[in-house]
């Protein structure tokens, strides 16, 4: 039976831990933008190094709608 009250004590504990770890991300802005880095890839350019060690942008053709 102490090993019971010793495991629910392990388990509210990591609880707490893992709660204090959310708490202090969400505070320093950790969650604030969750859509923009799945959309950024689609709508910047790439920047490409040649084997001079130039960088290079992309200009990459968007779809246009014709009508």
């Not at 604030?32 to 053709?61: H, T």
């Amino acid at each position: 039976m102490d090993i019971l009250y010793l495991m629910i004590f392990c388990s509210v504990l990591l609880a707490v831990v893992f709660l204090i770890i959310f708490i202090v991300s969400a505070r320093n802005g950790q969650f604030d933008d969750d859509e923009s880095p799945a959309v950024r890839i689609l709508l910047e350019s790439e920047i490409v190094k040649n084997k001079g060690d130039k960088e290079q942008k992309l200009d990459i053709p968007s779809e246009e709608k014709s009508d």
